[in-house]
């Protein structure tokens, strides 16, 4: 079992941070494009190796993000159509969400085993998650996962606030 703590900078141009495991020694780079549009971040090891990298698709009636790992796997978070509250849905993960998605605290399984926690830590300045892998070979795959989604629902609030 692997814990890793994202805690994203207050002020950063392009959405640039690090990921650490839970002796607080670095494990993951994200980087944000800064003029790119749409928006693009891509995820390294410290050894500079891309592990994923999202993509807001451009041409979609509703937001949709492109998540590609660098095993060749991949899947998409897309906003689905809803009039009163904003619904979100992950095609070809082939695992199931349970908790609560929106809120960032929820579990993923796959056929019935526990694959990893999400938790998010609240009355912080910046977006702080906890998340615990019980299987090390789905590392990235979360990683990735958590990001993306914090990325869809920074677009989320950003749209809203408009």
């Known amino acids: 079992m692997k814990t890793f703590k994202i805690?994203?900078?207050?002020?950063?141009?392009?959405?640039?941070?690090?990921?650490?495991?839970e002796l607080g020694l670095p494990c993951y780079q994200?980087?944000?494009s800064l003029f790119k549009i749409p928006k693009t971040f891509k995820i390294m090891d410290?050894?500079?190796?891309?592990?994923?990298?999202i993509d807001r698709q451009f041409?979609?009636?509703?937001?949709?993000?492109?998540?590609?790992?660098?095993?060749g796997q991949s899947f998409t978070i897309k906003k689905d159509l809803t009039l009163i509250k904003p619904h979100y849905s992950i095609a070809n993960l082939g695992m199931e969400v349970q908790g609560n998605f929106w809120d960032m605290n929820f579990q993923l399984y796959q056929n019935g085993q526990a694959i990893a926690r999400i938790?998010?830590?609240w009355l912080k300045l910046t977006s702080t998650y906890n998340i615990q892998?019980?299987?090390?070979?789905?590392?990235d795959?979360?990683?990735?996962?958590?990001i993306a989604?914090?990325?869809?629902?920074?677009?989320?609030s950003g749209a809203a606030a408009n």
């Open 59 to 71: 041409f979609s009636l509703l937001p949709k993000f492109q998540v590609n790992l660098a095993n």
């Open 119 to 121: 938790d998010q830590e």
């Open 30 to 32: 994200v980087e944000g």
């Open 133 to 139: 892998v019980f299987d090390d070979a789905y590392c």
């Open 149 to 156: 989604i914090d990325y869809v629902k920074e677009q989320q």
């Open 7 to 21: 805690k994203q900078k207050l002020f950063s141009l392009g959405g640039k941070f690090t990921i650490s495991d």
């Open 46 to 53: 410290m050894q500079g190796n891309l592990v994923g990298q």
């Open 141 to 146: 795959l979360v990683i990735s996962l958590v």
